[in-house]
């Protein structure tokens, strides 16, 4: 059995308007959006950043560049299904996938359920297989002073 594994990071600030942002294909009302030539989930992007990253094939920016105007506003979940659809057209599959969501608002803990839930189905994983935490730098850092979201991603592939 071959394995791979695959790290991804990727931040977001908040903007001065927005009513919501989307974090793991989840909408969730919040009085800020976040800055973003997509929709600006930045959970998903991070996932598609350790899918790419546990193949050397780059990062999202390089597939989708913000310079194209093509992936102004896009849905992060079809950009994802992209990346996927290329590391599995290579051969490999998905095992399983954890990430850490980091922010001081807005809440996670409420959601965390139906992001698991919508990355499962995305992916093509038993719900048991994805992981999705959140902490807060206890008011520390740009994530704790309230202007952006961090999230962190691990998955491990296995040839398929």
Known sequence: MSLRIGQGFDVHAFSDDGDHVVL??????????????????????????????ALALGDIGHYFPDTDPRWKGADSAVLLKAVLKDVTGRGWRPLN????????????????????E???????????????????????????????????????????
């Not at 989840?26 to 991070?46: Q, T």
């Not at 001081?104 to 992001?115: F, G, L, T």
């Open 24 to 53: 793991g294909g989840i909408r969730i009302p919040h009085e800020r959006g976040l800055k973003a030539h997509s929709d600006g989930d930045v959970a998903l992007h991070a996932l598609s950043d350790a899918l790419l990253g």
């Open 97 to 116: 996938l954890d990430l850490t969501i980091i922010c001081q608002q807005p809440k996670i803990a409420p959601h965390v359920q139906a992001m698991r």
């Open 118 to 160: 919508r990355i499962a189905d995305l992916m093509g994983l038993a719900l048991d297989a994805v992981s999705v935490k959140a902490t807060t730098t206890e008011r520390l850092g740009f994530t704790g002073r309230g202007e952006g979201i961090a999230v962190q991603s691990v998955v491990l592939l296995e040839r398929d």
